[in-house]
Structures are given as structure tokens and as C-alpha cells.
T-cell receptor
Framework: GAVVSQHPSWVICKSGTSVKIECRSL??????MFWYRQFPKQSLMLMAT?????????EQGVEKDKFLINHASLTLSTLTVTSAHPEDSSFYIC????????????FGPGTRLLVL | GQNIDQPTEMTATEGAIVQINCTYQ??????LFWYQQHAGEAPTFLSY??LDGLEEKGRFSSFLSRSKGYSYLLLKELQMKDSASYLC??????????WGAGTKLIIKP
């Protein structure tokens, strides 16, 4: 199957700092990428959908000014958690879809964020 | 709203067969995904059903009934490594993907 990578795999930061997470599709062009957050023992929660070259669509309750998404190319999307707080500590997972006809999402390995 | 229902937890014995059910709302439905997620890891794709019927992939099979809004994932010859959460997700015509909360499968020796 298609390969999606994320970097970093884990990050610890101080409260108030910003953290950038990269999501890359390694062997296909991802017209659409999705960002999820997953708290311990809970299901995936979709944060936003990003299409290459356009603004991301955020789910209700997700602050777009706090979670900045940039999908600058067909193989890279970034999520920046601005002014991170301890409650932002979570498992952030991206997924990518190759095109409208290919509905399957392939997930990156996830990024564990711990805000102290 | 578009709800996905699946059992929270199931327990099965190594070597046995287990069926994990998933129900969804049929209006605007396109297809049904199954993903496996081990603790602390991201989900991995298992199957995608669009047509009615059973699709087999080795020890794992997935079934879909579009008219009933029902799917199941069948795992045969269970192994300890199959202990994981299994997520079903329904894709709708507006390209919205609705996720179930996942079924935690516990395999006992």
C-alpha cells in the first residue's frame, strides 16, 4: 500500500511554544490530506481536511488560528500547533488520499505531542 | 446525523474465529472501510467494501449489506498479534468519512 510518513514521531515542548508536524506521501501524490487527533483510549477525531493549494477545512470546534495547516505541495502537508498548552498533548495522525477516485486513506505513523 | 455503531470490546480465544459488526446509516452511503489499530500506533488499512457480499483477504474477510446498513469483519485463526482495535468507517457521497469508535479485540491464549 501507499506510504505516508510523519515527522517528528514524538515531541516534548514547553507551554506557549509552537510545534510543526510534517506529513509526507512518499510514493504517491496526495491531493487531499487529513489531520486527526486521538486522545488515549478514544477514537480518531478529524481536525481538518486540506487540499493541495487551497485553505484547509476545519471541523467544528477546531480553532484554525491555533492549528495552522499548510498543504503546499502534492506530497507535503504541515500542521503547526501554535502556543501549545498541556491540553494539546495528544497523538496527532495524518492521512492521505491520492485522488477523488481513490477513496482509501493511508495513515502516517503519528506524532506524539507532550506539552509541559 | 450519520452514526456508526460497533461494539466497544470483544474477547476471543487464540485460534478461534471472531466477527466484529458495524452498522451505519444508509442515506448517501458509498463504501465501508475497516482499519486495524494497535495500541499506540496509527491505523492500518484492512479493507474497503463497496458492493454487497463477502471479500476475503487471507485470514481476514469483510462483508457488506448495503440495504441493511451492515458490515462485519471476520477474523479467522486468531493470533495473539490480532489483539488491537478495529475501526469501521463509512464513506458518504459528500466525501465525508464517518468513523466508528472502534472495537477493542482481546485475544486470550
Amino acid at each position: 500500500g501507499a506510504v505516508v510518513s510523519q515527522h517528528p514521531s514524538w515531541v516534548i515542548c514547553k507551554s506557549g511554544t509552537s510545534v510543526k508536524i510534517e506529513c509526507r506521501s512518499l510514493d504517491f501524490q496526495a491531493t487531499t490530506m487529513f489531520w486527526y487527533r486521538q486522545f488515549p483510549k478514544q477514537s480518531l477525531m478529524l481536525m481538518a481536511t486540506s487540499n493541495e493549494g487551497s485553505k484547509a477545512t476545519y471541523e467544528q470546534g477546531v480553532e484554525k488560528d491555533k492549528f495552522l495547516i499548510n498543504h503546499a505541495s502534492l506530497t507535503l502537508s504541515t500542521l503547526t500547533v501554535t502556543s501549545a498548552h498541556p491540553e494539546d498533548s495528544s497523538f496527532y495522525i495524518c492521512s492521505a488520499r491520492s485522488g477523488v477516485e481513490a477513496e482509501t486513506q493511508y495513515f502516517g505513523p503519528g506524532t506524539r505531542l507532550l506539552v509541559l | 446525523g450519520q452514526n456508526i455503531d460497533q461494539p466497544t470490546e470483544m474477547t476471543a480465544t487464540e485460534g478461534a474465529i471472531v466477527q466484529i459488526n458495524c452498522t451505519y446509516q444508509t442515506s448517501g452511503f458509498n463504501g465501508l472501510f475497516w482499519y486495524q489499530q494497535h495500541a499506540g500506533e496509527a491505523p492500518t488499512f484492512l479493507s474497503y467494501n463497496v458492493l454487497d457480499g463477502l471479500e476475503e483477504k487471507g485470514r481476514f474477510s469483510s462483508f457488506l449489506s448495503r440495504s441493511k446498513g451492515y458490515s462485519y469483519l471476520l477474523l479467522k485463526e486468531l493470533q495473539m498479534k490480532d489483539s488491537a482495535s478495529y475501526l469501521c468507517a463509512a464513506l458518504y457521497s459528500n466525501y465525508q468519512l464517518i468513523w466508528g469508535a472502534g472495537t477493542k479485540l482481546i485475544i486470550k491464549p
